[in-house]
Structure formats: structure tokens, C-alpha cells
T-cell receptor, first 109, second 113 residues
Framework: DQQVKQNSPSLSVQEGRISILNCDYT??????FLWYKKYPAEGPTFLIS?????DKNEDGRFTVFLNKSAKHLSLHIVPSQPGDSAVYFC????????FGAGTRLTVKP | NAGVTQTPKFQVLKTGQSMTLQCAQD?????MSWYRQDPGMGLRLIHY???????DQGEVPNGYNVSRSTTEDFPLRLLSAAPSQTSVYFC????????????FGQGTRLTVV
């Protein structure tokens, strides 16, 4: 039973537009959330995180929003660039780190 | 600046064979973990360790053993490989237990025939 869910396997957006990736979780004990980016044949790399005591965190073009009551978080990328094309994993932590299934983002020039 | 190093990068095993996937980190991180990545399943936690001498099971521990004799090393052992263990395996480490940024190795692609 996956505790972290990414229900969109893929997303395609035009360069310059906003990309919104969504993630839902079921375990209310999770208190820290992260997004990772993964290119083929490489390990995931950390992108941005948010503590459960916050509802928003920004880092340049990347913003993560957390809605604790809905057990939902999202990653916004503005503006999207072709180099952002990758698989994005949502992760949530308590005593360990659990991941969603990932969303493949394609940014078209 | 090696970070997290996994060996080997590729491996083919016959059903029933055993092998050890190696993982080493040079960042003095206490927390280390093993994941497997399968299509449509994302990254699933196999085992993790919060420090030398301490290990615990994750989501999918069956068929795998781990030990943590040093802070640096966290090997993953397959005692009797099965085709269902065909996957890409990632080792990760982080400074705190389950918190903060985790650093991943490059992965080991394992095929069991």
C-alpha cells in the first residue's frame, strides 16, 4: 500500500509555461516532504523540500505548496525549460523516506 | 567528492545465485537506505539504517539482507536471487534520520534470469 501517490504518470507543457506536478499522501505522521528530479541512468537528485509547519517554499523557479488538511503537495515550475524534462519524484519522511511512482515531465520547445 | 558510490553498475544473475550490492558514502552520514525502482512503482524502500549496528525493514524487505558494520558502508545481500528481483537498485544517504536531502548513488541495474 503506497503511502505517497503521484497519480499522473506524465505531463507535457510548452516551454515558458507553468508545470504543476501533484502528490498525495495518506500517512498523517509524515512531517517533511521533498521533490527529487531524475534523469535516465542517474540517481535521483534533490530539488526542493518543505516542512509540515510551512505551506509554501520557493527556490528560484521552483515552488512547493503543502496542504496538510488535504494531504496534498504540489511542485510548480515557472517558467518551464526544456532542461526540466525528467522524472519527478515526490517523497515524504517520518522515520524513513517514502516515494511516489513519479511523473515524467516533458517540456517542449 | 565521491558522495555515494555503488558497485557494480550492471549485473546479470541466474535464479538461485547470491550476490552483494555494495554501497559506500564519504559524507559521514548516519542514515543510509536501499531502494528498488520498478516501472510504475517508483522507488520502494527495501531496508534502512540509522547508524552503525542498526538496521530496519522498509516496504519490500523480503529476499534481501543488510548489515551496517561501519558508518561508511551499507551492503545489500541477495541470498537466492529470483526473477522478481530484476530491478534498478539505488543506495542513498542523508545526514539525519529520514530527514533532509538524501544523496543517491548512480544505481545498479540487476537482471535475474
Amino acid at each position: 500500500d503506497q503511502q505517497v501517490k503521484q497519480n499522473s504518470p506524465s505531463l507535457s507543457v510548452q516551454e515558458g509555461r507553468i508545470s504543476i506536478l501533484n502528490c498525495d499522501y495518506t500517512n498523517s505522521m509524515f512531517d517533511y516532504f521533498l521533490w527529487y528530479k531524475k534523469y535516465p541512468a542517474e540517481g535521483p537528485t534533490f530539488l526542493i523540500s518543505i516542512s509540515s509547519i510551512k505551506d509554501k517554499n520557493e527556490d528560484g523557479r521552483f515552488t512547493v505548496f503543502l496542504n496538510k488538511s488535504a494531504k496534498h503537495l504540489s511542485l510548480h515550475i515557472v517558467p518551464s525549460q526544456p532542461g526540466d524534462s525528467a522524472v519527478y519524484f515526490c517523497a515524504a519522511t517520518y522515520n524513513d523516506m517514502r516515494f511516489g511512482a513519479g511523473t515524467r515531465l516533458t517540456v517542449k520547445p | 567528492n565521491a558522495g555515494v558510490t555503488q558497485t557494480p553498475k550492471f549485473q546479470v544473475l541466474k535464479t538461485g545465485q547470491s550476490m552483494t550490492l555494495q554501497c559506500a558514502q564519504d559524507m559521514n552520514h548516519e542514515y543510509m537506505s536501499w531502494y528498488r525502482q520498478d516501472p510504475g512503482m517508483g522507488l520502494r524502500l527495501i531496508h534502512y539504517s540509522v547508524g552503525a549496528g542498526i538496521t530496519d525493514q522498509g516496504e519490500v524487505p523480503n529476499g534481501y539482507n543488510v548489515s551496517r558494520s561501519t558508518t561508511e558502508d551499507f551492503p545489500l545481500r541477495l541470498l537466492s536471487a529470483a526473477p522478481s528481483q530484476t530491478s534498478v537498485y539505488f543506495c542513498a544517504s542523508s545526514l539525519w534520520t529520514g530527514k533532509g536531502e538524501a544523496f543517491f548513488g548512480q544505481g545498479t541495474r540487476l537482471t535475474v534470469v
